[in-house]
């Protein structure tokens, strides 16, 4: 309830334009949404899944995750929350229970609202020197990282993708550019 969709469509086009292909996985579909993909790019690819609790072919979808042979491949689960369907991934096969562990490392809950001491910018500079460490990659200038919000202003997830977009730009950066 919180806009994981609109937050996943935002990254999705700022990956596209970086380079990526974004693909969001449609229900039922997910077994053989790595092979599909793979068809048509062996670049770097984004699988984005709405609904991830709800996904019985997740398993299959992340065991041919974890067997792929192309140049980056990241899957982004949008759920409400992880429960059980995270738990029997964690109880999974081996390569998928490595892949579960390795995205529980970094995981951390989001407060909803950021603290109304705390400009965005503010906000931006603290998000991205942590993400950039969590992905041992050097730190962009945080000053780089622009938002624009709505009427309602700027939610702080908003402003956590754009920080991490702005490092994972940096670290998908092809060498010597």
């Known amino acids: 309830g919180v806009g994981k969709p609109r937050l996943a469509v935002q990254l999705a086009s700022k990956l596209t334009a970086l380079g990526w292909r974004c693909v969001w996985v449609e229900q039922k579909k997910e077994a053989g949404s790595v092979a599909a993909a793979r068809d048509v790019t062996s ?28 140049l980056a491949l990241r899957v982004l689960l949008l759920a409400r929350q992880a429960g059980d369907w995270w738990q029997q991934l964690q109880a999974g096969q081996r390569a998928v229970r490595d892949l579960i562990a390795d995205a529980g ?15 965005n910018i503010d906000v931006i500079r603290q998000a991205v020197p942590l993400f950039a460490s969590m992905l041992e990659v050097p730190t962009p200038d945080p000053g780089l990282v622009s938002v624009t919000g709505g009427v309602n202003g700027v939610r702080i997830l908003d402003l956590h993708a754009a920080a991490l977009t702005a490092v994972l730009a940096i670290r998908d950066r092809p060498l010597g550019s």
């Open 43 to 70: 670049g770097r690819l984004l699988l984005i899944v709405d609904y991830a609790e709800t996904r019985l072919g997740l398993p299959e979808m992340l065991q041919a995750t974890a067997d792929d042979t192309g």
């Open 105 to 119: 490392q970094f995981r951390e809950r989001l407060p909803e609202a950021v603290d109304f001491e705390m400009s």
